[in-house]
């Protein structure tokens, strides 16, 4: 992990140098929880 330091905004952001390495990112996690309710429920419906 990489630091950087951002002078303009005083803000010290970490950086993830091996993105692939199994992280998932935030916005991929947050838009993956919705998409698995979605088949839940679709597979509820086949069922019945």
Known sequence: ???KYDEETGL???IMI???SGA???H???K????DND????DRN???
Do not use: F, K, R, Y
């Open 39 to 42: 088949h839940d429920d679709e």
């Open 12 to 14: 010290t952001t970490a």
């Open 24 to 26: 998932v990112p935030c």
């Open 28 to 30: 991929m996690l947050h």
């Open 46 to 48: 086949n069922e019945e």
């Open 18 to 20: 091996q993105d692939t």
């Open 1 to 3: 992990m990489d630091i």
């Open 32 to 35: 993956h929880i919705p998409d």
